[in-house]
């Protein structure tokens, strides 16, 4: 059973910054990617930044300079620092862990960019 968690998202004004946490725990088996998604409502999941075990990582056109992700692999925990946030980033953010043994995703945090 493999469990993923995040935690740090809330309400913050335009301009201000968050730093969401994913952490992964139990039966993982070879970890090929760790990433972030957002969901809006009446849009569908989108890809946020994801991170490679080769440290590759990529990033919507939309967060690129604004978002960094990185990666504790000693930890199995992620983080996504957001900056410069915009009411458009306004969503749920979800981690996604891909290993060999199969794609998880955690229950989300909401993010709120609001003044």
Do not use: H
């Not at 952490?23 to 970890?31: R, T, Y």
């Not at 978002?67 to 000693?74: K, Q």
């Not at 620092?81 to 953010?93: C, F, G, H, I, R």
């Amino acid at each position: 059973q493999v469990q993923v968690v995040e935690s740090g998202g809330g309400l913050v004004q335009p301009g201000g910054s968050l730093r969401l946490s994913c952490a992964a725990s139990g039966s993982l088996f070879s970890i090929y990617a760790m990433g972030w998604y957002r969901q809006a409502p009446g849009k569908q999941r989108e890809l946020v930044a994801r991170s490679t075990n080769i440290y590759s990582t990529n990033y919507a056109d939309s967060v690129k300079g604004r978002f960094t992700i990185s990666r504790d692999n000693a930890k199995n925990t992620v983080y996504l620092q957001m900056n410069s946030l915009k009411p458009e980033d306004t969503a749920v953010y979800y981690c996604n862990l891909d290993t060999r043994g199969g794609s998880y995703w955690g229950q989300g945090t909401q993010v709120t960019v609001s003044s």
